[in-house]
């Protein structure tokens, strides 16, 4: 045996350039946008991107990409450029004085953007202190055939090669006429470039340095290509106007704190709160109404409101590029439109947003883009960053809502006047017809028909703008009602599984033993017990019907009697299969006269959320306790579960936050409680647990005419 210790290196299959190019940078525009970036970590102020007959795709077909920057010498080539996944952009943060760019590339195979583009490249680059041109020659069609010719052959063949031994030409040229800078000539073109591509990599590079940066050295594109509109056109940013609404946060440095946006007394306000996980970030966000895009779109034709893109330190994150010939399809990191159930909510799509999230290397370090440029990588600070910008969006549309419902309010009140001084003049008519001659009084006659066409139309308007409001009113309290409704079936089937297995297993028994005078006790306890079952299947059975009640019928509800059902009759199987104690403690019984629906879904609700808090506790107690003072029933409502943390105790109500999205939370439950309870003008909050060491308590208090 050779006790001689030997190694083995790792090799790369022919097949990487594929992997690493035209299969992992899977849009041409984000290709595009890779090698532009590039240009900017070279410190270079132009960069000219121009297309030579690539339509229709012919021999002569080229893109030649070129840039005024630092260059690179043949060391740079060899150890850098030739090296997979190596960038010396980790190390070095920033580009070369005086510019000190952050850079924007971190990856090292942003080099393999230009497979996407086309098979043939032929690098060209000067550094400004040399007198040589290094020239450098990548022909991928060549790795594609030794990729093709390798999987025909066995791997034990000793022709297989690897990506590391295909040999690149390279050489050296004494030139003048490039002064500094790097080209790339591309050519055997993979696709064609029509003129609405051409646009769209215009539009996509426009976009490439945020407009809220203001650069300290410029950064210049100009397209070239045999399309008139695209042909020496520098691309420029699109000036944001016609917006409806402008919001910014930001962030002190030195504190380290974020921040927020929070709705007071019908006013956007902002506040400084504690530095998230995601780390300190800036926004800047645009809101069109309708009258908005139409003019934005008169004034930037064929220019679409495409939501929030993300920055660091200046310059897009990932492009966000990929075609999707419907908007509606396109890709939607961050949620916007996931969250937004259309006709029921005034929330806000991306085609409503123009936007900008700062972040940056110092701040945001662990907010990292994936490899493909199209996504980030799913960690904890990535999620944290989206759940962030979606409660601050949140609080945007309750400002809009509120700004529309004042708006309403003003409607409803103008009507109301507008029919005030309608009566007001027909009586002053009546009153003057009685003094008045015989010529003015059929002249007042006319005023009176008029007058009365008027009343009749703003009555029309009074009686369209009631129902309108009912509409609306009506069709929240059914998204309500549905939300609430997949719980409610869930437990249903509980009641309905559990019952008629005890039904069936005291039948087979009956079916057994019966008659058997020695067991008529025995017969007596099993009756008893169908019995209670199928009162319970009726009691489950009549909750479900409730939602064929209309959301504003109004009657009597026992407070004690509605909870004591909850617990002891439609949850009881629930709580029985998940070994879960509770304790109802109402000391008095109070009637309240309000719709029993409503009522039902903040109780369901908060069941439903001390169901998942109590996931993994073997000692699982929910407790609810009431007491009437005054004038206000106020309800203790607690579990022993896993709690709330201290950050979340200001946003557990906010539409969509949820910390529980692996047990299927929405972030729905408690917002809906807490929209109920205020649409009962009562009200809902977190205090003290009182049930050690861990748990929530929520405070409840309804309110009540005696």
């Not at 591509?197 to 426009?206: F, G, N, P, S, V």
């Not at 109004?554 to 004591?564: A, T, V, Y």
């Not at 109070?590 to 996931?615: H, P």
């Not at 047990?663 to 009962?680: E, H, N, S, W």
């Amino acid at each position: 045996m050779d006790d001689e210790i030997k190694y083995l290196k790792f090799n790369f299959d022919v097949s990487a350039y594929r992997l690493l190019g035209r299969e992992l940078i899977t849009d041409r525009i984000t290709a595009l946008f890779e090698i532009v970036k590039n240009a900017y970590d070279a410190n270079a102020e132009n960069v000219t991107v121009e297309f030579i007959d690539i339509n229709p795709r012919s021999d002569k077909s080229k893109i030649i990409i070129s840039d005024d920057g630092i260059g690179m010498s043949f060391e740079d080539i060899r150890d850098k450029w030739m090296v997979i996944g190596t960038s010396s952009k980790r190390i070095n943060k920033f580009s070369p004085s005086p510019y000190n760019r952050k850079v924007t590339g971190k990856k090292g195979v942003g080099r393999f953007a230009v497979d996407k583009l086309g098979a043939k490249l032929v690098l060209k680059t000067k550094q400004k202190s040399s007198n040589q041109t290094v020239f450098l020659e990548t022909d991928w069609s060549k790795y594609q055939e030794l990729e093709n010719k390798q999987l025909k052959i066995n791997f034990d063949n000793k022709e297989n090669k690897f990506f590391t031994e295909v040999e690149n030409t390279y050489w050296f040229e004494e030139s003048d006429k490039l002064n500094q800078g790097t080209i790339l000539d591309i050519s055997l073109i993979a696709d064609v470039w029509s003129k609405d591509d051409i646009e769209r990599a215009y539009k996509e590079l426009a976009k490439l340095v945020s407009p809220t940066q203001a650069l300290k050295y410029p950064f210049d594109i100009v397209i070239n290509s045999q399309y008139p509109e695209f042909d020496k056109r520098k691309v420029e940013s699109y000036l944001i106007q016609h917006y409806t609404l402008k919001v910014e946060l930001g962030f002190n440095q030195e504190t380290e704190k974020q921040e927020i946006f929070k709705v007071e007394k019908g006013k956007l306000v902002k506040q400084f709160t504690d530095k998230r996980i995601c780390g300190l970030v800036k926004i800047t966000l645009y809101y069109f109404d309708q009258k908005a895009k139409e003019k934005f779109k008169s004034s930037f034709p064929g220019t679409i409101i495409d939501g929030v893109k993300i920055y660091r330190d200046g310059i897009i994150t990932t492009p966000f590029a990929e075609y999707v010939a419907l908007q509606n399809l396109q890709k939607d990191l961050l949620g916007i439109d996931k969250r937004r159930y259309s006709g029921f909510f005034d929330k806000l799509s991306t085609r409503d947003l123009l936007g900008f999230i700062e972040i940056s290397n110092e701040n945001n370090p662990n907010i990292i883009e994936a490899t493909n440029r199209q996504d980030f990588v799913d960690n904890k600070e990535w999620q944290e960053l989206k759940l962030f910008f979606i409660e601050q969006l949140a609080q945007i549309e309750k400002y809009l809502k509120e700004v529309k419902t004042e708006k309403r309010e003003n409607t409803k009140s103008e009507f109301t006047n507008a029919k005030s001084e309608v009566n007001s003049f027909k009586k002053n008519i009546f009153d003057i017809k009685k003094i008045a001659p015989p010529e003015i009084q059929r002249t007042l006659e006319e005023l009176e028909k008029k007058a009365a066409k008027v009343e009749a139309t703003v009555n029309k308007g009074i009686k369209e703008f009631n129902e309108l409001e009912k509409e609306k009113k009506q069709q929240e309290n059914l998204f309500f009602s549905l939300i609430s409704l997949q719980t409610y079936a869930a437990t249903l089937s509980h009641i309905t599984r559990n019952s008629i297995g005890h039904i069936l297993r005291h039948a087979e028994y009956f079916k057994k033993n019966f008659p058997n005078p020695t067991l008529q006790e025995r017969f007596k306890h099993i009756a008893n017990s169908i019995y209670e079952e199928l009162i319970r299947l009726r009691k489950g059975l009549d909750f479900m019907l409730k939602y064929a009640q209309s959301d504003s019928d109004i009657e009597d509800i026992s407070m004690k009697e509605l909870i004591e059902n909850t617990f002891n009759n439609i949850y009881h199987s629930v709580f029985e299969k998940e070994k879960i104690k509770t304790l109802v403690e109402i000391n008095k019984d109070l009637i309240i006269r309000y719709n029993r629906k409503s009522i039902e879904d903040i109780f369901d609700n908060l069941i439903t959320n001390s169901l998942k808090a109590l996931m993994g506790n073997e000692d699982k107690l929910i407790k609810c306790s009431g007491s009437v003072t005054n004038n206000e029933f106020v309800l203790l409502f607690s579990d022993n579960g896993s709690g709330i943390a201290d950050e979340d105790k200001t946003r557990i109500f906010d539409v969509f936050f949820t910390r529980t999205a692996e047990q299927g939370g929405a972030g729905m439950g408690l917002f809906i409680v807490d929209t109920r309870m205020k649409a009962m003008k009562g009200s809902i909050e977190v205090i003290e647990n009182e049930l050690k060491p861990t748990g929530a308590t929520f405070k409840l208090v309804f309110p009540f005419k005696k």
